[in-house]
């Protein structure tokens, strides 16, 4: 997985700058857990701890970024991982499509996003505009991401 490292600065960027924008107003997917999670799922390579340590190290930096306790975002992308590579390895051969791997995705995103809301504790209308921006926008992010995948599996 060379590009790991690249795909994961410009996801996490990108976060970041749509998190700038939408501060006051929604949520925004997190598009770094996504991106690391459509890498866990189309990997062939048997890497998976790289993306676990490339998980701590973006969840860390986005606690200093945004102001949050430290190591907050770092335990939610870890466990995220885990649990995708752990319900992965548990799906057959044949059970292994490209919706088995955009649902199980977009659940391990489901789960950061109550997480968040529980721990952060917003305003519960707040919260309920804005987990459904977030899990929108990240259902399409996850459909965007398959097609790539896919497309250079078939190239």
Known sequence: MPSLWFASIITWLVQDFFQVLANPFSGIPDFYVLT???LLVSNREGKEIHLLVVAFVGGLLWDLR??????????????AMLAVKLIWGAISQTARTSLSATLLVLGSHICISIAEAFIFDAPILHIGLAFVVKQAGAFLFCIFMNAYIFHREMD
Do not use: A
């Open 36 to 38: 690391l999670g459509m």
């Open 66 to 79: 945004w102001g949050s306790p430290l190591g907050f975002s770092s335990l939610f992308y870890v466990s």
